[in-house]
């Protein structure tokens, strides 16, 4: 079992709709959580982090964490063609030592 | 605020080959980590500096690769010999400390080829 799991998709939604991005992870010594975008090609950029419970807003962005169920995601209001991409989920510990799943692969119809 | 540098960006060599890359982390930047990302998935730790000191290389295949980050600023990864299996993007990305975590930027990566 990979420490960080994802659907590795692809996930395809309609332009407008909401995306929806699961993550979970079996460390419970992972005290924050990064979301990244990755285009074909480049390198990992990152969206949010968040390592309290409940929800973080930013801007079309939300990640949400539950850590007694070991789950985070990433909501992406009205999504758009320039979000077709692959999601990376990481896990960090207090060390700063991070661990990511595969991604999930995100394609956003016109 | 310049991003995190690497270089070459394409490197093509063939197996038993030696390889080294260079990275130059954001300024001001304490961690400094190089990671591999093979086609297809997430990127792998290999190695994370804090400064110029070792905290986690437990990924690093200590037989073939090293690292070392000289007066805790540019860092070089060195794979010898290379394995076709090393074929992967590498890397860097340094980190700033902030709270409880430590926020990370990637640099454009190397991507190796071994024939």
């Known amino acids: 079992q990979k420490e960080v799991e994802q659907n590795s998709g692809p996930l395809s939604v309609p332009e407008g709709a909401i995306a929806s991005l699961n993550c979970t992870y079996s460390d419970r010594g992972s005290q924050s959580f990064f979301w990244y975008r990755q285009y074909s090609g480049k390198s990992p950029e990152l969206i949010m982090f968040i390592y309290s419970n409940g929800d973080k807003e930013d801007g079309r962005f939300t990640a949400q964490l539950n850590k007694a169920s070991q789950y985070v995601s990433l909501l992406i209001r009205d999504s758009q063609p320039s979000d077709s991409a692959t999601y990376l989920c990481a896990g960090n510990t207090n060390a700063g030592k991070s661990t990511f799943g595969d991604g999930t692969t995100l394609t956003v119809k016109p | ?115």
């Open chain 2, 1 to 115: 605020e310049a991003g995190v540098a690497q270089s070459p960006r394409y490197k093509i060599i063939e197996k038993r080959q030696s390889v080294a890359f260079w990275c130059n982390p954001i300024s001001g930047h304490a961690t400094l980590y190089w990671y591999q990302q093979i086609l297809g998935q997430g990127p792998k730790l290999l190695i994370q500096f804090q400064n110029n000191g070792v905290v986690d290389d437990s990924q690093l295949p200590k037989d073939r690769f090293s690292a070392e980050r000289l007066k805790g600023v540019d860092s070089t990864l060195k794979i010898q010999p290379a394995k076709l299996e090393d074929s992967a993007v590498y890397l860097c990305a340094s980190g700033r400390t902030s709270g409880i975590t430590d926020t990370q930027y990637f640099g454009p990566g190397t991507r190796l080829t071994v024939l």
